[in-house]
């Protein structure tokens, strides 16, 4: 019987399943691959987690968690509805920016999902949206939207964020390291001007 891995091989194995999944998706990572760079044998890896699958999901999971800290510290420091939607996607911006491969996950995992749609148990993301359109229909304007209106609100502001912070190097690559500082130092003056007048615009008429 191999002996029982401590919490901090737990913690090593996420890591490093994170940064394989973020690089080669779901399908391209392997058990095999992550033990391997961790110098593990198969059986520490699987006494914590038997599947991919479940590794996974603990990966995805702790995403999820790290969502849901930023939401904690929005409702700290702002007023109202609408400032608490802007000052939500501020910190998500600045979580994508710091925290590559969760974004480049969570790119990936829409993407990549098609096949293990109608399989997978549990949405881990499920929260973060819900609480995304919960806080957008909390703004007067947006009270008597659907949740799909809403969503689809809000996920142009996400794809803005997740686009800026994957890109990120190839525009270093591109205009140079000091052009692209002052890109991001400007970027949330703008993200900021572009939820606001979503906001104000108000819901459309429902069809």
């Known amino acids: 019987?191999?002996?029982?891995?401590?919490?901090g091989t737990r913690e090593q194995i996420l890591e490093s399943a994170l940064l394989q999944f973020a690089e080669r998706g779901f399908y391209g990572a392997s058990i095999a691959s992550i033990v391997k760079e961790l110098g593990l044998t198969k059986q520490a890896l699987l006494h914590y987690f038997p599947t991919k699958e479940k590794l996974y999901g603990e990966v995805l999971r702790?995403?999820?968690e790290g969502f849901a800290g930023l939401d904690q510290?929005?409702?700290?420091?702002?007023d109202d509805a609408e400032d608490q939607v802007i000052r939500h996607f501020l910190a998500l911006n600045r979580y994508c920016l710091a925290n590559g491969p969760q974004t480049t996950l969570l790119l990936r995992?829409?993407?990549d999902n098609r096949p293990r749609a109608g399989n997978v148990g549990t949405w881990y993301l499920t929260?973060?949206?819900r609480t995304i359109i919960d806080k957008v229909k909390a703004v007067p304007a947006w009270r008597n939207a659907s949740d799909m209106q809403v969503l689809a609100l809000a996920y142009t502001w996400l794809g803005?964020?997740?686009?800026?912070?994957?890109?990120?190097?190839t525009l270093t690559g591109i205009f140079g390291k000091d052009e692209i500082e002052a890109l991001s130092q400007k970027y949330p003056a703008q993200l900021e001007r572009l939820i606001r007048s979503s906001l104000a615009a108000g819901a459309p008429e429902q069809l």
């Open 1 to 7: 019987m191999p002996s029982k891995p401590s919490n």
């Open 62 to 64: 702790g995403i999820s």
């Open 73 to 78: 510290g929005a409702q700290k420091t702002a």
């Open 109 to 111: 995992e829409l993407l």
């Open 127 to 129: 929260e973060f949206l």
């Open 160 to 169: 803005a964020i997740n686009y800026h912070a994957i890109s990120t190097p």
